[in-house]
């Protein structure tokens, strides 16, 4: 069984560039979380995404966004990039959305804005 | 303002001394409370899921227990392998999910 996997591990931008990050769900997993963790920090959550359509959004502005694909593999997009949105950036996938379900998490994009 | 807390923030134990890490939240319509480890550079693992007040989950050395307003993660004659950062997090009604900032444990040989 292939966990989740996120590419690429790690990537440096500058300020006001555009960036998609990659996340491959786990076998069977139809609902996929993002998160951001920054250093010293528990994971922060920025959207889900079941079935091609957002479902559940944190606090995060719209220049942050997302898409998931019909084989439920996922991307999220940041524009316009500043400072602190450097950190890792985490892909959970679950069988289902809402907590009935665990996530299991990919290993991160380490994202470093200079 | 919902929120998860955790405590203590670092946790320095000998191997084989058990101890207790702690979280407390205070969200609205609790659907489910997670527990994860995670090691330097790698993703959160999947640990326990815990529903409902008086539930119990165990595994090997880990005991993760709830009650309405808080859940314990018990650690019973921890080994080196044991270091790690252990996170707890909650999902509620509002579709979100909540970390805390997680209780990072070294154990000593």
């Known amino acids: 069984e292939t966990g989740v996997t996120q590419s690429p591990t790690h990537l440096i931008k500058t300020r006001g560039q555009q960036v998609t990050l990659r996340c491959s769900s786990q076998s069977g997993h139809n609902t996929v979380s993002w998160y951001q963790q920054a250093l010293g920090q528990g994971p922060q959550f920025i959207f889900q995404y079941y079935r091609e359509e957002e479902n559940g959004r944190g606090n995060f502005p719209p220049r942050f966004s997302g898409l998931q694909f019909p084989n439920y593999s996922s991307e999220l997009n940041v524009n316009a990039l500043e400072l602190d949105d450097s950190a890792l950036y985490l892909c959970?996938?679950?069988?289902?959305?809402?907590?009935?379900?665990?996530?299991?998490f990919g290993d991160g994009t380490r994202l470093s804005i200079l | 303002e919902d929120q998860v807390t955790q405590s203590p923030e670092a946790l320095r134990l000998q191997e084989g001394e058990s101890s207790s890490l702690n979280c407390s939240y205070t969200?609205?319509?609790?659907?489910?409370l997670f527990w994860y480890r995670q090691d330097p550079g790698k993703g959160p693992e999947f640990l326990f899921t815990?529903?409902?007040a008086g539930e119990e989950k165990e595994k090997e050395r880990l005991k993760a227990t709830l009650t309405k307003k808080e859940s314990f993660l018990h650690i019973t004659a921890p080994k080196p392998e044991d270091s790690a950062t252990y996170l707890c997090?909650?999902?509620?009604?509002?579709?979100?999910?909540?970390f805390g900032t997680g209780t990072s444990l070294t154990v000593i040989p």
């Open positions: 959970a996938s679950s069988l289902e959305p809402g907590g009935d379900q665990p996530q299991h």
């Open positions: 997090a909650v999902y509620h009604t509002g579709n979100q999910f909540y």
């Open positions: 815990l529903y409902s």
């Open positions: 969200v609205s319509g609790l659907r489910g």
